[in-house]
């Protein structure tokens, strides 16, 4: 694996910082370099596979000779590769986020009640989790892609501008909540998207009282997304369960035709978690 000897020469560190908490920052127990090597590893999405030095500096927020630094030490570990001027993550990477993954029951339990619920309504459906202010999906069955992005394990989104975000937030206390909303990019996804901080907590409130939550057309155009909490065996919130559908008829009649289906399923998903 080689990379372009112009990207790779080496130079004096610049004065760029990885952004985040400055209080936890400032605690002598931050690491800042490790903070930093993770934010290269960050830098790399979906959209984003291959990356130049360059680019990679500008996406993790480092100066350009520090991310070189960290790229060859991820060649060097075998989870970066190069070729000419770019760089690429290699499927080595999947073995930082296996522990949790295999640590976690949940998507194991919940992955044959996602299959069925698919099955029975022919759609989509994914479980999340709440990490920060987004939702990150641990299991997922697909039926058609109806999102301009592909969903895999591992995506994230906002929490506040999903169904699955917003029955997670619900669950939270009133002052979380209202902090995760003051620390989200409250920005438009499409001309009906909710940002209004008070409408939207507004709206946690009705979720945490219904049960379900619903987001229609909200995070992209002709997508409606129904989704309902899974609680563990305390009766805390630990994660929730959507359908996702290509918008069609009225969204009463959709809600009609699928929540039952999916309260039926997080309650089995329940079921199985009091038994484990």
Known sequence: MTAEPADLAAEPDGAGDVSGDAASEAS?????????????IR??????????????????????AAARRFLM?????GYVRSSDRTFALTPRVLELGYSYLSALSLPAIAQPHLERLSHELDESTSLAVLDGTDVVYV???????????????GTRFPAWATSLGRVLLAAL?????????????????????LVDRTALLAE???????????????????????????RDASGA????????????????????????????????????????
Do not use: C, K, Y
């Open 204 to 230: 946690l409130d009705r979720v945490r009282r219904a049960g379900w939550a619903i987001v229609d057309g909200e995070l992209e155009e002709g997508l409606r997304s129904i989704a309902a909490p899974v």
């Open 73 to 77: 030490t991820l060649i060097a570990l």
């Open 139 to 153: 299991a997922r069955v697909p039926t058609r892609r109806i999102m301009s992005v592909s969903i895999q394990l």
């Open 28 to 40: 002598p127990d931050f690491v800042q370099s490790f903070a930093r090597g993770l934010a290269v």
């Open 43 to 64: 830098a790399f999405d979906a959209d984003h596979a291959e990356l130049t030095l360059s680019e990679v500096a500008v996406r993790a927020d480092v100066p350009r």
């Open 237 to 276: 919130v630990v994660a929730a369960v959507n359908v996702s559908t290509a918008r069609r008829g009225d969204a009463e009649s959709e809600l009609a035709r699928v929540l039952p289906a999916l309260q039926r399923a997080t309650a089995a998903i329940e079921a199985d978690l009091r038994i484990r």
């Open 173 to 193: 206390p009133d002052d979380a909540a209202d902090a995760a909303l003051e620390h989200s990019d409250l920005h438009p996804f499409t001309p009906t998207t």
